[in-house]
């Protein structure tokens, strides 16, 4: 499943651990002058909200872990479509800058705070944290943290958390997935797409249609049952398979494939939508992208929902999780995903790994849709000078052709 992809994780993984004998001494040097006092740290900042020359590594001071939190040594973190929109200022209520941005990460437990039970001083954990994990060391609750199984990587572990709690969550939890049902999701190709793939893999008779660009067909035909171009006349072509359309439609999108997920939908069919990243169009905030994708959005009427026998939902995982306290529902999720990937039903897809300082390139990547799978920044990881050049240049042509 999405073969190609794992591949190319494994394979990022080797040429890291290839250079691991050089780099090792010269790591552990590094690290030293790097952190320089031993309460200081490496961390991503954003010092305000705009484009990528808002980002730049720096040293902050290490956190400590308060009553209830572990201290956490990151090993690596996960990079999310959110980020871009946190970057650029494009969420409800962003918190103030400057700010260390990301959402999960990975690492091994250096501290526990007071009253922490259930962990020690030396467990891989992977973790949940509300902004801060981008950095050397993160302190984060308890109820946010989990164990890493023996045989499942760092970076692997940073891909896991946000990708395949919000599929779980909105297949099982909100859309009720049985089996022999069908299921639409836009951006097959990326993190969330993988692993809702992946898990709708784990019920039988389960037809996946999935979008992506053209070029990522090759590598995840295998994992989708039917796979369409982004740019194609979807529903034509969904309806040309089933004409009575579909039971799930998974919409990170929003704009104008909201009114064309509910008219796909069957009866008693659930439209989700998780992400808004048609707002993203450019390096900056654009207010005409947001006018566009909120004018595109169809005004939804409660009497045809009820005439039609159709369900509209939304899914947040992190306002489920900081902001309506619904970590205890996360962990029981967890727990049946981790048991999905003891048993080899889901496995994580890794599209590359980038150093701290090569967090820009990462990012345009998302922003240019070329990954497959989740991009990682591995904390330890050296930065490569011919991929910041490479995506210089490619800075200086996008500008120039949009110029």
């Known amino acids: 499943m999405a073969k190609e992809g794992a591949q190319r994780a494994e394979e990022t993984e080797q040429m890291i651990e290839k250079e691991g004998g050089k780099e090792a001494a010269e790591g552990s040097a590094a690290g030293s002058l790097r952190a320089g006092d031993a309460k200081e740290m490496r961390a991503v900042v954003l010092s305000a909200f705009g484009g990528l020359n808002k980002l730049r590594v720096s040293k902050k001071a290490m956190p400590e872990p308060q009553e209830g939190e572990l201290k956490i040594r990151v090993k690596a973190c996960g990079l999310n479509f959110i980020d871009l929109m946190v970057r650029q200022g494009n969420i409800d209520n962003p918190p103030k800058t400057p700010l260390v941005p990301g959402f999960e990460c990975s690492g091994i437990v250096e501290a526990l705070g ?68 069908s299921v639409l999701v836009h951006s097959a190709g990326g993190g969330v797409g993988q692993a809702v793939a992946q898990l709708c893999s784990t019920i039988p008779n389960v037809t996946v249609f999935g979008t992506a660009s053209s070029f990522k067909h090759e590598a995840i035909k295998d994992s989708v049952t039917h796979l ?162 490479k995506y210089y240049i490619h800075g200086v042509v996008t500008q120039l052709k949009a110029w």
């Not at 654009?286 to 159709?310: D, G, H, R, T």
């Open 114 to 181: 007071d009253n922490v039970k259930g962990f020690e001083i030396g467990d891989r954990v992977m973790a949940f944290v509300n902004y801060s994990a981008w950095a050397e060391v993160v302190c984060t609750p308890v109820e946010f943290v989990y164990k890493i199984p023996d045989d499942m990587s760092f970076s692997e572990a940073a891909a896991f958390p946000m990708n395949f709690v919000t599929a779980y969550m909105m297949l099982f939890e909100v859309a009720n997935l049985r089996e022999g049902m």
């Open 228 to 389: 369409f171009d982004r740019n194609a006349d979807y529903v034509q072509e969904v309806k040309r398979i089933s004409t009575d359309g579909v039971d799930i439609v998974l919409d990170c999108l929003c704009g104008e494939n909201t009114g064309k997920g509910l008219s796909l939908l069957k009866p008693l069919g659930t439209y989700i939508l998780y992400g808004s990243s048609n707002m993203v169009t450019g390096e900056t905030k654009s207010f005409f992208s947001f006018a566009k994708s909120w004018w595109q959005v169809e005004k939804v009427n409660p009497i045809k929902l009820y005439e039609e026998n159709k369900v509209i939902a939304g899914f947040s995982l992190l306002n489920l999780l900081f902001k309506q306290n619904r970590g205890g529902l996360i962990k029981g999720v967890m727990d049946k995903l981790l048991n999905l990937y003891n048993n080899k039903k889901i496995k994580p897809v890794v599209d590359s790994l980038w150093a701290l300082e090569e967090v820009k390139e990462a990012m345009q990547r998302i922003h240019d849709r070329g990954n497959i799978g989740k991009l990682i920044l591995d904390v330890e990881k050296a930065p490569t000078p011919l991929v910041s050049a």
